[in-house]
C-alpha cells in the first residue's frame, strides 16, 4: 500500500500518465481512496448507493447484472487501466447501483468521489476524454455481450468466456467451479459441465479436478 500521496502518484502514474495530465493525476491521488480488494470480495451491490467511482490499478472485477429471478448475467470484466461505466452513470444521475461487482482477481483500487468526478469535467480536457472513452469500451462490450447471447450456441459461449477470462487474469488456469460458470453464463451446471467435456475432446482445453486448463485460444 504506498504510504503516502506522492507513492500513490507515482503508482497511478503506471497506468494513466499517458492518459491523464499530471496535475489531475495528483488530485486523484488527493481525493481518492486507496484500497487493496481480495478476490472474490462484494465491492458494490446492486441497489447500493454509489458514492465513488473506481480506478483499477491493478487485478481485475467482473460486472454481473441480476434478473427478478435473482439469476446473474456477466456484462463485462474490467482490467488494469479501467473504470467502469455503468457505475460512472450512475454516478452522475445519482441513482442507484444497477450492478454487482466483484474482484475477479486480488485488486488495487483508487476510488474517486463523485463529486470530483463533475469538477474535472470542466477542468480537465484528459479527464472528458477518458470518461468518454470509457463508456465507448463499455458500450462496445456490452453490445458484444448481447450479440453473444443473441447470436452463439452455448458451447461458443462458454468458450468465448473462458478464454476472456484468461486474457484477463493472466493466466491460462480458471479456478472456478462449474457451478459458478454456470451462474454467470445464466445456465445450469449440467450444461456447463457437459460443454467442458465436449471443449476438452476437441482439444481446446483441460479439465483437472479443481481447475480449467485453456490451450487454445
Known amino acids: 500500500m504506498p504510504e503516502n500521496t506522492e507513492a500513490l502518484v507515482e503508482k497511478i502514474k503506471e497506468y494513466y500518465e499517458f492518459l491523464l495530465e499530471d496535475g489531475l493525476i495528483v488530485e486523484i491521488a488527493n481525493s481518492g481512496v486507496f484500497k487493496q480488494l481480495k478476490e472474490g470480495h462484494r465491492m458494490m451491490e446492486i441497489g447500493d448507493s454509489v458514492k465513488y ?91 458484444e455481450t448481447i450479440d453473444t447471447l443473441a447470436f452463439l450456441k452455448m458451447d ?25 460458470i454456470a451462474y454467470d453464463l445464466h445456465t445450469s451446471r449440467v450444461v456447463v459441465s457437459r460443454l467442458l467435456k465436449q471443449l476438452e475432446h476437441s482439444g481446446k482445453i483441460k479439465l483437472y479436478r479443481n481447475k480449467i486448463e485453456v490451450l487454445k485460444f
Open 156 to 180: 461458443e459461449r462458454l468458450y468465448k468466456y473462458l478464454t476472456g477470462k484468461a486474457v484477463v487474469t493472466q493466466s491460462t488456469t480458471i479456478s472456478n467451479t462449474h457451478q459458478e
Open 53 to 143: 467511482m473506481p480506478l483499477l490499478l491493478t487485478g481485475a472485477i467482473k460486472i454481473l447484472r441480476e434478473d427478478e429471478e435473482g439469476d446473474e448475467l456477466l456484462l463485462y470484466f474490467l482490467e488494469k487501466g479501467d473504470t467502469c461505466a455503468m457505475t460512472m452513470t450512475c454516478c452522475y444521475g445519482e441513482s442507484k447501483s444497477r450492478i454487482r461487482a466483484i474482484i475477479e482477481k486480488d485488486a488495487e483500487i483508487v476510488l474517486i468521489p463523485i463529486h470530483k468526478m463533475e469538477e474535472w469535467l470542466a477542468k480537465y480536457k484528459s479527464w472528458r476524454s477518458f470518461v468518454f472513452e470509457s463508456y465507448n469500451i463499455r458500450l462496445n462490450e456490452m453490445l
